[in-house]
């Protein structure tokens, strides 16, 4: 029998990872004085509003904005920027489809454009050359949780004069210079959607230092009503993106562990990238030296097929989910979307911009194409247990690449050739 969980044999893996969302009496009661409340939505409500207050405090920025979700988050940005029909926003090409979506909501062009090879976050000198008149933003992902290059973005974005959004969505709690990232630009983003490092199954958050743009986003998260006019005063376009009573009282027990459970993240992320790096065909996402704490959406690793007898990289994942550790799908690049190939993007964008030849489609995006279909993504629920739980996981890649040559076998054996026409 073979040693491979896949092909029959026994687990690398021999203790569950905890499990997520994690939960206690503190939730239990956060939702209970909510019920009797009686006071569920958020208007009259106080425990979004203390959601806020802590959480942008937690960030270290004035305001906080909470919203029904991540996608919500960037979409009121955008609105608040004033982000409009005819404008570009720069948008990296390895991304979750909101960073994009939020800008052809806002009837704006996403200009796609590749990233960095070792940290797979915008390539700041490709994002500065992507810069014309109508440019208005620059989105910035901070990908698993390692910031982008604030550093080269805020200075790109000063000098051009245009707005830094960063898409915080897997980065709370992430560290850039020993600061809290989300204010190193006009805006920070972040989702609670139940994958996230902190969730209430969903729910989103936009945070800023800036008065204005707070103003802005507020009043465009709850029907364009601005504070201390009549309820029925409506000034500016906006629509209802508030949070619920229950999901703000669920977040702010979250957030009392966030704190915690990312320095466990980052530790336990440390010890992979160090007995992983040991491995051939192995490479860890680098941590760039001025982000002193990634907050480790996901663990994610680039493998080279050629050091596992050139194996595809879904039957790797296929063969380390067999032995018990888990993965967690890589984004695929954004050009390659439906919308993008067949148009339909097209129908967001004013007449004459959707006429126009967008030449970002035909470019090519190698770090993207690299990112997207040879990386490894462990989720962040298994980097909350112990030290044992990352040499298991280090043990089940070793065992996958000695078994390798088998797996080239099964996979050249179950492989099916289409037939010729």
Known sequence: ?????????????????????????????????????????????????????????????????AVTNGTAALEVTMAALGIGAGDEVIVPNFTFVATASAVLFANALPVLVDVDPETYCIDPQLAESAINPRTKAIIAVHMGGHPSDLDKLKEITARHKLALVEDSSHAHASEWRGKRIGTFGVAGTFSFQSSKLMTAGEGGMIICNDDSFERQARSVHDCGRMPNEWFYSHFIYGSNYRLSEWQGAVLTAQLARLDEQTKRRHHNARILDRELSKIPGITPQKLDPRCTRNGQYAYIFHLDKKQFAGISTELFIEAINAEGIPNQASYPPLHELHMFQNGKYRNCLSAAQAKEEHAFLKQSFPNTQRAAWETVWIPQPALLGDENDMHEIVAAVRKVQKNAGELAVHEAETTTVPAAR
């Not at 997520?20 to 509003?49: C, H, I, M, Y």
């Open 1 to 65: 029998m073979s040693d491979l969980a896949l092909l029959g044999g026994g687990k690398a893996k021999s203790k569950p990872f905890p499990v997520w969302p994690q939960f206690d009496e503190t939730e239990r009661r956060a939702l209970n004085e909510v019920l009797e409340s009686r006071v569920w939505w958020r208007t009259p409500g106080t425990k979004t509003l203390e959601f806020e207050t802590k959480f942008a405090n937690f960030h270290q920025a004035r305001h906080g904005v």
